[in-house]
């Protein structure tokens, strides 16, 4: 009796929880300006747009991606054959179980009349779509754990995803195979629905459920005679048959009824049957109430993305849809790692060993900060790294199977995590190039306070720059320091390093824009003043185009040199708390 009041709560927390996603849809804020469009603006945004789509040709386009995006997925068919065919299983097993199975006493009579899950085809389709499930559940692990599919990252929701869809299928499978076998599951049938008063009959019957069936009843072990068997299987047919099909066709579970035998006497009296439907049960519905709230919440978010991606592209959107779209889009993202596969800051990744330079890792963490998570102070610098180290390629965009525009979504929490009143070099750098290009989008007596703090940090952290022998550290960079350390011997300040730069000769007063030109750099740090060198906005302006190094008669590794500068920079403002 207590499985339908904890059946009701879960649903009502499903409930909840949807509504609840539906509302942050509406209320989440992604990047600046986000919070100046108000909740009714965008419900009412979203409304119109609805209503317009399916009074429209565009109306068209939606079904196409209902049919090739979401039932066949061809996204995920054009980047990879077995990811295909994991997502297939899973989606078409889970979709048609709970359509069938699940929900079958609701559904199916509605369509093919009534519903009896111990008949053909049920009996059957049940085992073959949990099956495919299974096999769908398989891939994904061996896709992360054993094959280990490059860029792809598993977190704890990727786990619990696995974890609850694994005792969902496993306990529903050995449940039936038990069940096929226990001898008190069969008496119980036999009492409640069988019209047999005859103890021979009765016999009988269990001969033949024995024989064919599965059945494992202590005290009967085949050979059956002829007669006994044909006397039990007209008992089966005059009892059984019209609301029972033969077990086999439950395939999986007739497989573990056969594969347990030795132990089904056992099982049967510890009452096996009965913890694992309370296993598969309850499993069940805490899956269903914290749906909403886990990562398995892409099933419902992901499809509607897809539609929405498709229906927007290449038309004129309004500003509040545009922010309610990207609002639902962290929540559609499945941590497949595909953008990250094809990501071309991957490589910085490498080298930094930053996780959140990939795309699917800022994902989760854009998630967590968005809904005002408290996310920790490296965190955030590395969040704030990663996104600021996008190329801005859109490739990520092109090939999400999700319909993410995830190139738009950087774009616009770019500014708001520079503006975080920390310190970012690489805002100092031509990695900022994006960002000077909308700077007319933002706000204009913000867009240089980021800079500020960022020239400030880097110069007030070389005052520690040169060791005991007067030589500049580089944090361990052997490479690095062997150029600076032999270079400034054949430097004799003939400026054709300043006369060369596309730099300098874009400003009619350089030095008054750059701070200091090349080659007083190059002299400034054979003097050995780096905290000069440093503050210079010279070494972060430079476009390393290598003419200075190639034009330089005494063969200084000038670039390399501005280089180790820019490099060391970087890594003592990271470490400072």
Partial sequence: MILKPLFYASLFLFGIGFIYKLHTWFSRHVGLGAGDIGYGNRVFG????????????????L????????????????????RWVMHMLMFWGFTLLLLMHALGKFIIPLLFGEYLPTLNPYLFLRDFFGLAMLAGLTIAVCRRYILKTPRLKSNGMDLYAIVILAVLMSSGMLLAGFKIA?????????????????ETEVEALTSFWVQEFGLVSPGMKGPFEADRLAAGRESHEENCADCHADTKWAFTGYA??????????????????????YLHILSCFAGLAYLPFSKMFHIVATPISLLIDAVMAGTGTSPEN??????????????????????????????????????????????RWTCGKDISHNALRAIREGIYLCTNCDRCTVVCPSGIRL????????????????????????L?????????????????????????????NFDALADKTGVLSLGGDRADRAVIDSTF????????????????GSFEDPQDHLGMLPHQLMCALGLGQWEMAAGARMIWDCVTCYQCQEHCPQNVQVTEVLYGLKNTAVRRVKKCP
């Avoid at 079904?63 to 077995?82: E, M, T």
């Avoid at 559609?332 to 910085?348: F, K, L, N, Q, V």
């Avoid at 190139?407 to 031509?430: H, T, Y």
Wanted: net charge neutral.
């Fill in 46 to 61: 979203a409304a119109k747009g609805v209503f317009r789509i399916f009074f429209s040709s565009r109306i068209v386009v």
């Fill in 63 to 82: 079904i196409n991606s209902f049919f090739l995006d979401i039932l066949v997925q061809r996204r995920i068919f054009q980047q990879s054959r077995l």
């Fill in 182 to 198: 226990s001898d008190s599951e069969f008496q119980g049938m036999v009492e409640d629905y069988a019209d047999i008063n005859d």
């Fill in 256 to 277: 573990i009824a056969r594969a347990a035998r030795p132990i089904a006497p056992a099982l049967d009296r510890a009452g096996a049957v009965g913890i694992l439907w």
């Fill in 322 to 367: 545009v922010v309610t779209r990207q609002a639902l889009e962290l929540d559609a993202c499945t941590h497949c790692g595909t953008c990250s596969r094809y990501c071309s800051a991957m490589m910085a990744y490498d080298a930094a060993g930053n996780e959140l330079i990939l795309p699917s890792e800022k994902m989760v963490y854009l998630k």
């Fill in 407 to 430: 190139k738009e979504l950087w774009v616009r929490v770019r500014e708001d995590l520079v503006q975080q009143k920390d310190p970012e070099p690489l805002v100092l750098s031509p």
């Fill in 432 to 460: 900022s190039f994006l960002r000077g290009l909308c700077r007319e989008s933002d706000p204009a007596d913000t867009y240089s306070e980021p800079i500020i703090i960022a020239r400030k940090a880097v110069a007030g």
């Fill in 489 to 504: 011997f054949h430097c004799f300040g003939c400026q054709t390093c300043t006369t060369v730069c596309p730099v300098v």
